[in-house]
């Protein structure tokens, strides 16, 4: 089974930009889809973007143009490009691995504050 760490969270400003790092123990190729999700305080986990092993790539529409993901196959990582960070996108971030099964990872904290 597929392991995955996320990595780069941190507190920034509002306008400010982010990398987070999702680093899988296995071939990213290898893995059918990889997701981007979030989950704010109080409220649902919420999907931000995903990454098929072909390379193709989707966003969420409210957040294209601000969130972009990109894979990074010789380091095995899936990495999402956030800009123009708001308040709102304060929340735990999470990828996951879907093959056979789903897995997690343990998330990494962003928090957009002045």
């Known amino acids: 089974q597929v392991e995955l760490v996320e990595s780069g969270g941190g507190l920034v400003q509002p306008g400010g930009s982010l990398t987070l790092s999702c680093a899988a123990s296995?071939?990213?190729?290898?893995?059918?889809?990889v997701n981007w999700y979030r989950q704010a305080p109080g409220k649902e986990r919420e999907w931000i973007a995903l990454?098929?092993?072909?390379?193709?790539?989707k966003v969420a529409d409210s957040m294209k143009g601000r969130f972009t993901i990109v894979r990074d196959i010789a380091n095995n990582l899936v990495d999402l490009q956030m800009n123009s960070l708001k308040p709102e996108d304060t929340a735990v971030y999470y990828c996951?691995?879907?093959?056979?099964?789903?897995?997690w990872g343990r998330g990494t904290q962003v928090t957009v504050s002045s």
């Open positions: 996951n691995a879907v093959s056979r099964q789903i897995t």
């Open positions: 296995e071939s990213i190729s290898s893995i059918p889809i």
């Open positions: 990454v098929y092993n072909s390379g193709l790539t």
